[in-house]
Structures are given as C-alpha cells and as structure tokens.
C-alpha cells in the first residue's frame, strides 16, 4: 500500500503565489480608486444630471433636437 507523505512548495510556487497576491492587491486598488474617482465626480444635489455642458451656453436642449421632427408651423426653422 502506497503511503501518502505531505511535500514542501516548491520555491516556484512560493514566488508565483507572492506574484498573484501582488497582482490581487494592484486590481483591489484601482477598484477602490476609480469607485473614489465617480463617487467625486457625482454631482451634488441639485446639480446637472447627464450633459455637463447643458446647462452652459450654447448647449443642446430638447428643443433642438424635436426641431426637425415637428409637424409644420410648431417649431423648427423653415
């Protein structure tokens, strides 16, 4: 009957498994930051939701862009 013995890690195992432990803690960490990053750039209350540049002058509304949708004589440039 074959007897089963526990054998030592080989050094290669050793310095794979500190590589993945080190790799592991790298993508932890650029989780943690990009998750910091939009919690940041979240607006507050009451600011803009979606567009940043809406609110500013020049901007895009809903107004132009039903423009060339609408029926004739209800806005739009003929």
Same mark, same amino acid.
């Given at each position: 009957m074959? *007897?089963?013995?526990?054998r030592?890690?080989?050094e290669l195992h050793h310095r794979r498994r500190g590589r993945n432990l080190g790799v592991l803690v790298m993508l932890i960490g650029l989780v943690v930051m990009l998750f910091a990053i939009t919690i940041v750039k979240m607006p507050q209350a009451g600011g803009t939701v979606g567009n940043p540049s809406?609110? *500013?002058a020049g &901007?895009? &509304?809903a107004e132009d862009f039903a423009a060339p949708f609408a029926p004739e004589g209800q806005g739009g440039t003929q």
């Open positions: 074959a *007897q089963m013995t526990m030592r890690d080989h809406a609110s *500013q &901007g895009w &509304g």
